[in-house]
Every structure is written in C-alpha cells, then in structure tokens.
C-alpha cells in the first residue's frame, strides 16, 4: 500500500473506533476513546506521526503518540523518502501537542550485509523524529539491539524470514525477549505516567534505564 494510502485507511480505522468498537467489546468493558493513543513502528511509526500530525483528518483526538524506531525513508535525500514526507530537518517543527515518546535502536542505522541498505538509516530514523518533537518528549536507544529486534523470534513466511533475519541487521543472538519485555515495558511506563498520571515507573527507568 502506498504511502498516502496508508495514512488515509489509519484514519478511517480512528474513525470506525467511534461508532464500531464498543459492540464488539465484553458487556463489562467500556471503550474510553478519550484517551486514545498512536502507536506505530518502523514506516508504520512514520504513518502513525503523519495522522498525529494531521495528514489526514479524524472525529477522534488523540492523547498520547509512540514511535517504535519510525523510519521515513531508505534515505535524507528528498527523492529517496516515503510520502507523505513528514521530516522538516528543523528541531521541535512538529505541531502534536501531545506527549511524545520514541524508541529507537543502535543497531537499525547499520548494514546487515552488502545486498540491503540499512532499515533505519540516519536522517530518517528515530533520531530526527524524536529531534523535531516538541517537548512532552521522551527518547530511549536500545543501543545493542535491531529494527527487527522487538518482532517475534519466528516470523513465519519467506517474507517475515527475510525481513527479521536477513534485511536488518539484528543484535544479540538468541531470542529476543528481552527487546520485547523493554519495549513493552517504555511504552506501559510511558502511558501510565502521562494518561493516569502515574509517574512511579517511568520515574525509575528514567533514574536506572535497564529497569525497562
């Protein structure tokens, strides 16, 4: 699906939320839509900023936004990024006015092997996205690991292989757990501090990163 596309059936599914969720749900669950949250990653981290941003229009607000190692592109150069082409190159030049939080990985700007280019490369990666957010803003680099790292240890399909194991260059061998739990972990510890206002967790990981 192309890029512009993309943003636009994200939108249709915010809106759907309004009228469609709340049948499907248990009688004893309540959908609070007031409280809605944008996450998204690699391009669909990028697609997930470009609604947040406006790209295309929602019944719905939103209330908090996390990107996952969001990429923009396969490089800096104008012809060589994903539409719509959401990078200004100028810090804090977003307008979200809403509390952001960006994963990102060490390893996601490097090469896996000479055939593929990097999947996060520098200029789109999670460095600029996080460099034009404005404050609300929280950045964490899981330095050792992958763009893939945070993906189930079997993908299945020769797509899902090739794209977890071969395309990017992925961190330490083994399973890939403990990426999971962290990324899990930053983004619940990231909600719960600017939905509910409880900043315990996201206060420690913040004092001691590897809590996450």
């Known amino acids: 699906m192309f890029g ?66 969001p990429v923009a592109g396969v490089s800096k150069c104008k012809p060589c ?48 996205f996080f460099s034009e957010c404005k404050p609300p803003s929280a950045y964490f680099v899981a330095t050792d690991y992958g763009h893939m790292d945070m993906l189930d240890d079997v993908t299945p399909g020769v797509i899902g292989t090739m794209m977890s194991k071969c395309m990017c260059k992925n961190g330490k061998k083994g399973p890939r757990d403990l990426m999971r739990r962290t990324v899990g972990g930053l983004v619940v510890a990231f909600l719960r501090a600017q939905l509910n206002e409880q900043w315990k967790d996201f206060d420690a990981i913040l004092a001691s990163p590897n809590l996450a």
Not at 42 to 48: D, F, M, N, R, V
Not at 49 to 67: D, Q
Not at 93 to 106: E, K, M, Q, R
């Open 4 to 69: 512009p596309e993309e943003v636009k059936c994200e939108g249709r599914v915010v809106d759907w939320l309004d009228n469609g969720l709340q049948p499907l749900l248990p009688e004893s669950v309540e959908a609070k839509l007031e409280k809605l949250v944008l996450v998204g990653h690699s391009k669909g981290g990028k697609t997930a900023f470009a609604v947040a941003l406006g790209y295309c229009k929602t019944k719905l607000k939103f209330s908090a936004l996390i990107g996952i190692d």
């Open 81 to 128: 990024r994903s539409l719509p082409d959401i990078l200004t190159g100028v810090p804090r030049s977003f307008n979200l006015n809403i509390p952001v939080a960006v994963i990102g990985t060490g390893l996601g700007p490097e090469k896996a092997n000479s055939l593929f280019p990097p999947c996060a490369p520098n200029g789109v990666n999670h460095k600029e």
